[in-house]
């Protein structure tokens, strides 16, 4: 950036304060905690303690003031997931990829492990895994995103849908993310999908763009 520029920025920044609320939801274990400190301070851990409830965390990148809704992926909490996705400038919907690598239906078996982290019953549904019956769980997975978007409440609200942990090698392509998903079939609102990894920082700038850019003015 030329000097200029960088002036201009920071003239702007003096009168233009941006801000964004944002919810971060996904399923336990997503790594939606793990996001917001990278976001935040650049620190990843492998020892994460499960969120309960939710935190908020303010983050300033730049002149643009980002307050998190990091909520709790567990079962119990996911009731909570619509009201604190109401009047926030976009939603995140954070996946994790995880688990084995399965024999046949790659992308669906990856994504019943994901299914299985909603049941919280992992240990169970993970012999299902390669099971006709874990294809019926995928479906469920993808209908909570749905589920989630048709509330009126919910409206026109931009998703950002991250598929995280892609530094595992049972990752799934981003092709695959989309379809098991049906990103396609939204069409009321704008969607924009990254596939990342906290741990290795891939693609973190990425995301904190596309942030930077849904936030509103404040005056
Ligand atoms: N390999 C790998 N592990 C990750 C990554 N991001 C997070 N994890 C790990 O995944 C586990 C869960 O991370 P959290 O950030 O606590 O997950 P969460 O979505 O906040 O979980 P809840 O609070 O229960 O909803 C931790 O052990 C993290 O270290 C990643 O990019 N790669
Ligand atoms: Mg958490």
């Known amino acids: 950036m030329g000097l200029w520029e960088a002036f201009l920025n920071w003239l702007r920044s003096l009168f233009f304060k941006q801000e964004m609320e944002l919810s971060l939801i996904g399923l336990q274990n997503a790594g939606k905690t793990s996001l917001v400190n990278v976001i935040a301070t650049g620190g990843y851990s492998e020892d994460m303690i499960p969120t309960v409830g939710f935190n908020m965390r303010k983050v300033t990148k730049g002149n643009v003031t980002i307050k998190l809704w990091d909520l709790g992926g567990q079962p119990r ?12 400038s976009a939603i995140v919907y954070d996946f994790v990829f995880m688990g084995f690598r399965p024999i046949r239906f790659f992308s669906q078996d990856s994504m019943a492990v994901l299914v299985s982290d909603i049941s919280g019953l992992f240990c169970v549904i993970k012999e299902y895994v390669v099971d006709a019956a874990d294809r019926d769980n995928l479906s ?14 919910l409206t026109g609200i931009p998703l950002l849908v991250l598929g995280n942990k892609i530094d595992k090698p049972e990752a799934l392509t981003k092709q695959s993310l989309t379809d098991a998903m049906g990103l396609k079939s939204i069409t009321d609102r704008e969607v924009c999908c990254y596939m990342i990894s906290c741990k290795n ?5 990425s995301v904190i763009e596309w942030l930077v850019k849904h936030s509103r003015s404040k005056n």
């Open 77 to 88: 909490f996911r009731s909570m997931w619509e009201r604190y996705c109401r009047a926030v």
């Open 140 to 153: 469920i997975s993808k209908g909570e995103l749905h589920d989630l978007l048709s509330k009126p409440s």
């Open 201 to 205: 920082s891939t693609n973190i700038d």
